[in-house]
Structure formats: structure tokens, C-alpha cells
């Protein structure tokens, strides 16, 4: 069968990213090119000891075949007896030996590359670690409250405590230098973790020398950690500073957006380039710079919702008071916006961190001119630090390969076979790709007029534009490898038949629910997924039915973009938290931004019917009440569309598989990985 889809042609990318290639120094150490793999937890590629498996040196292995020009390592424990971890496949140094082994595999095999690798190494979570990580009650600095659980008191670390900590700094950077490390990376000044909780007056009330009203004072703790590592490494070993530039907390508990007006409760500019000049003369050899808390988790760790070079601003600002080099992360993944950073001096290396796990050749296909190629982020969290808190081993939602590059690397063809797919959405997509790679002979087909399943909808708010990125790559890979694309065209059990296919893979997808209100049919009534791919306009009033992430966004979008009036109808006691929960911080922002908005939220409320002027609710507090809108807007979920899987299972035709929406709906990452999968083992 031929192909019935044209794509328009994709011209290579023609600029030159000159200054992200060239070479750079951190102290004394030479790197090749001013691109770094910024540090990233890495919980289930550990033994039980703490030390890496070949999983773990395997995923640092890809990202140096890459291209990077510098790898540095997740947060590694130094100790597990003062802050006492109940969780197993955390990095940490409890057995020199065995650590010593595994490291020093790792970084042989990293040089291979010419790539030089730092180990961070952090001193613990403090007051933002989760209690239920812990054998043990939470340590702080001082008595304050756990930020996940504020009715638990954290325990004031003690003088000797601290003291030992300092010492076990200095034992563990013996270890790392012995092992082949080419720097440290200290953790945990950043995003309010135990470091930065000495250094900041809000948390820490110490009286003592580590603590106090001077600035001075609270600097005491990561001072002593950079002089004991000097010490005993020699002042040559480069130690830099994970390092936030500015808190954007505005109370416990609470974190500011973007532009919002507020005063800062913990560490505000002009006290961040404070302790940058202290901490520069002190001796610190760079700082990996950032922003956020856990209170603004979304700063530290930014969702689809924060725009590109988040922390571009800040760190224009610091390169102006210190002279040694600043690395910056903040989603600096558009080659474009990376360029520009180091053209215009807002910083001297660019730390690329989820972006490496969605594509580890950023920097090759950067530097040969092939950006259509680099396979986005979309700022989903699902499977990289989604997985991590959820107790599962680090991986990426748009490349199933992240932390089992051996395991499951693309297999060789022993048989060509035709394999037909039913679906051009992202399941479909990712199914024809794989299959195609691996030489067989792949026909896609979609019953509509293009290519994208729900890829359009999920990418038509301009916060969602990396989706209409990842959409955009597909295409073009499909492109590339010459896959048979139908379009308009209902696959059949005749048409296969027909075709006489030796593998069939449904990726036929789903539709949105309609619920059972009275009223349901009323011209008044829409879908969010019809008013996001413009199948219909909303009034100046709506009122969306189902607070989960569909009603959310597209509420956000109505207010924002379109400037309407906008009311979440959730029948639940908050949004967001029916399964699968998005990772806290795309939940924490998307939250802030409909408070800042001022989008209505009625929740614990039930639709009892729906008339020609709106909807009757009921809920607990206010018995029934009428609410006047101009559209309703229904976002309660998704079934499959399976009926060709159900005739197919009854008539026995072919091999056939069924993936993503039409199997069962869920996320993005569930339909990619399916896909990824099933046309690996064909």
C-alpha cells in the first residue's frame, strides 16, 4: 500500500552555536565545551550500600557518548546515621571500598569520552526531608517544623553533629578524588535543603556559631565543608556550590510565581549576591546557580508552567559581583536560548539536566546542526522525579530507556514483517518510529486528517508549547524514516484482512466521558478537549465540570489567554488528587497560578443538572444553588476507544497488541513507553 501523507519539508537548522562549544575552566580543570549535565537524583540505580550499579554507570556512560562536556553526579550521602535514610538506592558512602570500586568504573569510563565528571556531595534534606524517608525524626538547624508534615517538630542538630558532618565532608571528598573525580559539587544550599536552612535567618535560630543574626555567622557551615575538602584534597581539587540565588518564599508553606509582587521571607536577592561575594573569597571554584524552595518547588524544579531560562535574570545580576565561573539550569534546553546566555554573559556554562534525559545527544546534534532532531522535554515531571517520590528508579516519560540504556536498547531485526497501526496519536507515533528503526516495514494509519491523537489539545496553551515541540519531532522522525503514513482512512477487520499484516499494534486512543446529568445534551454543553482544538468558542462565563489536570489547565488557559470568567466545578475535597496525582511541583504551581488568577474553585460540589442559563449544584455547605454561565465545559475523564480491539480479539486476526489510550487512558508516559515496548519485541 502507498503512502497518503505529504510532510512539508523540515530545512537543517543553519546557525552556529559557536560559544557552547568552546572550552571552559572550573579552577584548574579543563572542560571541552561549556555544556553540563546538571545533577539529578538517581534512587534505584544504587545497591544497598549505596554504590552504583551498571545501571547507574550506564545512563552516565550515554550522556558522555552524548557529547557533555561535564557530568555531575546526583546528591551522594556522606553519612546515614545523623539524618538516617529508610529508603535503599540513594547514592551515599558508607563502605569506602565498595564505593571506591563502582566509582572508579564510572569515571574510567567517563574520560573515555573526554568528559569530565564532578560528585555532589550533600550533608541531607533537613526539614524538607519526608518523614516517612526517615528511620528517625527530621534534624533541622534549629526546632522548626517539617515542611511536609508541620506538626512534626524537627530535631536541633547538635554542636558535635555538626562538627561531625563537617568531618565526614572531608572523609567522603578523600574518596571521590581517589575514585577519579575531576571536582565536587556541594548540594544543598539551594532549594532549602539542610545547607541552606544554616545559611537562611528564617530557619535557622541558632545562638551558637553556626547560627545567629550575621550573615557571616550562618555562613560558618558551608565554609568549614569547602576548607576541610581543600584540606584534604589540596586547594587545586575544584569545589563548587549548588547554590540558590533567591528563596521566593513569602511564609512556611507558601512560594511566589513568577512576577508576583512579594516580600521575600528567606534569602531575597541582594543577600543571595551577598553571599556569593563571601563564599568567592572564601575559595569556592564556581556556583551552580538556582533559584526556589520547596515552598516554590516549581522555581527549583520547573514544570511546563515556568517559562525557558527561568533564572537567566538572577544570574545576570550575579555574574556582575563574582568573578568565578556560574553554571545555570532553569529549562535552558532551547539551543538558541543556551547561546544567547553565554553570548550576553548571564553565564558561563549551561547545565542541562531533564533535557538530557529526553535526548543524552543534545549536545552532539546541537554542534552537527540537527536541533529538529533533539527530542524535547515537556516539563511533565511523570517519569523522571514523578518516579523518584513515588519509590521508583529514575527515568524520562518521552524515552523509556533512562536508567536501563543495556536493558532495553534497541534489539536488531531478525525478520522483516509488516507490521500495521492503527492511530496516529502518540502511542501510534512512538510505535512506528521504534518499529520502523529496527527495519521493518511500517504502515501508520489515522482515521483523521493528521497526525496527533491529543497532542494538539495538550499543546494549545502557550505554557504547553513543549508538547506542540514533542509533536513537532515526531513528525519529523516519521518523516526521516520514511514510515507509510494513511491519513483518512478507518482501519477495518476487512482492510486487514486485506492487507494480510504479520503484526497489528491498535493505538486507537479515547474520548472524553459524558457524564449522566440531566441535561448533558443541551447546546450549552462542550469538552475542554473541543474548546482546546478550537472545535468550539467559549462564552465570557464557564464553568468547568472536573478538577483534575485537563479542567485545571484548560481553566488557566480561558482565564489567562482568553480573558474569561472562569469557575472549576470538582466533586472531590481539592483538584488534582485523583490518580495518577501530577508531581508536587506542577501540582504546587498550577495551584498558585489559579489562586493568583483568581479562577473560582468550588470543591466537595456535585452537577445535579444542567439547563438552557447553566447548572444546579449541590454541595454540603450551601444545599443546591444555580450558577448562570455561557458554557460548560466537561473534563471528567477519558474511556477508551477499543471496538476494533474487541472484533479483532473475537475474529483472532493477525498478531495484534493494543497500546496507550484505547488499552486504558492515562498520561503521556504510559502511551510512549507502551509503544516503545511492543515494537521493540516484534
Not at 571541552?32 to 534505584?44: F, L
Not at 508553606?253 to 508576583?260: H, R, Y
Not at 550576553?344 to 538530557?356: E, M, Q, S, T
Request: glycine fraction near 8%; aromatic fraction near 8%; hydrophobic fraction near 40%.
Amino acid at each position: 500500500m502507498e503512502s497518503k501523507f505529504s510532510f512539508p519539508s523540515i530545512m537543517q537548522h543553519s546557525r552556529v552555536f559557536d560559544k557552547l562549544f568552546e572550552p571552559v575552566k572550573i579552577g584548574k580543570v579543563n572542560i571541552k565545551n561549556r555544556i553540563a549535565m546538571a545533577p539529578m537524583n538517581t534512587p534505584g540505580l544504587c545497591d544497598l550500600n549505596g554504590a552504583y550499579t551498571q545501571r547507574l554507570i550506564d545512563y552516565y556512560v550515554e550522556r558522555a557518548r552524548g557529547g557533555v562536556g561535564l557530568i555531575i553526579t546526583g546528591a551522594t550521602k556522606i553519612e546515614n546515621e545523623i539524618e538516617k535514610y529508610a529508603l535503599t538506592g540513594w547514592p551515599m558512602i558508607l563502605n569506602r571500598a565498595h564505593f571506591l570500586q563502582r566509582a572508579s568504573e564510572l569515571t574510567e569510563a567517563i574520560h573515555t569520552f573526554d568528559t569530565k565528571i564532578f560528585c555532589q556531595l550533600t550533608i541531607g534534606r533537613g526539614r524538607v526531608a519526608k518523614p516517612t524517608m526517615l528511620y528517625t525524626r527530621p534534624v533541622a538547624p534549629s526546632p522548626i517544623p517539617n515542611y511536609w508534615n508541620p506538626s512534626i517538630i524537627c530535631r536541633e542538630l547538635t554542636i558535635s553533629e555538626i562538627e561531625k558532618i563537617v568531618h565526614m565532608m572531608g572523609w567522603a571528598a578523600e574518596i571521590v578524588a581517589e575514585a577519579g573525580f575531576d571536582g565536587i559539587e556541594i548540594h544543598g544550599m539551594h532549594e532549602g535543603y539542610l545547607l541552606d536552612q544554616f545559611t537562611i535567618a528564617m530557619w535557622n535560630k541558632r545562638t551558637d556559631k553556626y547560627g545567629g543574626e550575621e550573615l557571616e555567622k550562618r555562613l560558618t557551615l558551608p565554609i568549614e565543608i569547602l576548607h576541610i575538602i581543600k584540606d584534604k584534597v589540596g586547594k587545586d581539587f575544584p569545589v563548587q556550590l549548588r547554590f540558590s540565588i533567591k528563596s521566593y518564599v513569602k511564609d512556611w508553606g507558601k512560594g511566589a510565581l513568577p512576577g508576583e509582587i512579594f516580600k521575600e521571607a528567606a534569602r531575597d536577592i541582594d543577600e543571595g549576591l551577598e553571599v556569593a561575594r563571601i563564599l568567592e573569597k572564601e575559595g569556592y571554584d564556581a556556583l551552580n546557580a538556582d533559584a526556589g524552595s520547596y515552598e516554590a518547588w516549581y522555581w527549583a524544579h520547573p514544570p511546563t508552567y515556568m517559562p525557558h531560562g527561568c533564572y537567566l535574570d538572577l544570574t545576570e545580576k550575579l555574574k556582575k559581583v563574582v568573578k568565578i565561573p556560574i553554571l545555570v539550569a532553569g529549562k535552558m534546553d532551547l539551543p538558541e536560548l543556551a547561546e544567547e546566555a553565554i553570548e550576553k554573559g548571564k553565564a558561563d556554562i549551561i547545565a542541562l539536566g531533564r533535557v538530557l534525559l529526553a535526548d543524552p545527544y543534545w549536545p552532539i546534534k546541537v554542534r552537527e546542526g540537527r536541533v529538529e532532531d533533539i527530542r524535547p522535554c515537556i516539563g511533565c515531571h511523570t517519569g523522571c522525579i514523578g518516579r523518584t517520590w513515588e519509590g521508583k528508579p529514575l527515568c524520562c516519560a518521552v524515552n523509556p530507556t533512562v536508567g536501563r540504556e543495556r536493558l532495553y536498547g534497541l534489539k536488531p531485526v531478525q525478520k522483516i514483517k509488516k507490521v500495521i497501526i492503527v492511530g496516529g496519536g502518540v502511542a501510534g507515533m512512538e510505535a512506528a518510529r521504534i518499529a520502523a528503526i529496527r527495519g521493518h516495514d511500517v504502515y501508520l494509519f489515522e482515521k483523521s486528517d493528521s497526525l496527533d491523537g491529543h497532542l494538539i489539545e495538550a499543546s494549545r496553551p502557550s505554557f504547553k508549547k513543549d508538547v506542540g515541540r514533542l509533536l513537532a519531532w515526531y513528525r519529523t522522525q516519521l518523516m526521516k524514516l520514511k514510515v507509510n503514513i494513511i491519513l483518512n482512512v478507518e482501519v477495518t477487520p476487512e482492510l486487514i484482512k486485506k492487507e494480510n499484516p504479520d503484526v497489528v499494534i491498535l493505538a486507537t486512543g479515547s474520548e472524553p466521558i459524558k457524564p449522566e446529568i440531566k441535561g448533558i445534551e443541551k447546546p450549552i454543553v462542550t469538552t475542554c478537549i473541543d474548546l482546546l482544538r478550537g472545535g468550539r468558542e467559549a462564552g465570557k462565563r464557564v464553568v468547568i465540570i472536573g478538577g483534575g489536570t485537563v479542567g485545571c489547565e484548560t481553566a488557566l488557559w480561558l482565564a489567562t489567554e482568553q480573558k474569561k470568567e472562569v469557575t472549576i466545578i470538582e466533586k472531590l475535597s481539592d483538584l488534582m488528587i485523583t490518580p495518577p496525582i501530577p508531581p508536587h511541583m506542577n501540582r504546587l504551581m498550577l495551584l498558585d497560578l489559579i489562586a493568583l488568577n483568581k479562577i473560582k474553585v468550588m470543591t466537595n460540589v456535585e452537577v445535579r443538572e444542567i439547563t438552557d442559563q447553566g447548572l444546579i449544584v449541590h454541595g454540603e455547605n450551601f444545599g443546591s444553588k444555580e450558577i448562570e454561565c455561557d458554557t460548560i465545559a466537561l473534563a471528567v475523564g477519558f474511556k477508551p476507544t477499543n471496538n476494533l480491539y474487541n472484533i479483532l480479539e473475537k475474529e483472532k486476526i493477525a498478531q495484534f497488541y493494543s497500546i496507550g489510550d484505547c488499552k486504558k487512558p492515562r498520561r503521556i508516559l504510559d502511551a510512549i513507553w507502551e509503544g516503545y515496548f511492543i515494537a521493540n519485541e516484534i
